[in-house]
């Protein structure tokens, strides 16, 4: 079991000296960080790339969609059109071809 303290007990004082980091792990911490701030740079202008690509993958698809929306009325007004049209003709030549017989 691990030992505690009784809880009248003043925490044991650490000297000052003990708190100080060494040269060397303060030069080791100092490169390590350095490497994480370069890491995190590279990861940002990979992140700003990718953001530009999908922006233009979305303009892309915006208009190609609105391209297919755009045929989808043509082919829409054009089949009104030939059904109208249509129409018009088959009625009016139906009657002169049956008049004619």
Do not use: H, I
Request: proline share 7%; net charge neutral.
């Amino acid at each position: 079991q691990a030992q505690q303290l009784p809880p009248s007990s003043p925490l044991p004082s650490v000297p000052t000296s003990q708190l100080v980091a060494p040269p060397e792990l303060a030069e080791v911490l100092g490169r390590t960080v350095e490497s994480l701030v370069s890491q995190m740079g590279t990861l940002t202008r990979a992140l700003e790339r990718l953001e530009e690509r999908l922006a233009r993958t979305e303009a892309a698809t915006r208009e190609v969609a609105e391209l297919a929306a755009s045929r989808r009325w043509e082919r829409a007004a054009a089949a009104n059109t030939a059904a109208v049209t249509g129409a018009r003709q088959g009625g009016a030549g139906g009657g002169d071809s049956e008049a004619g017989r």
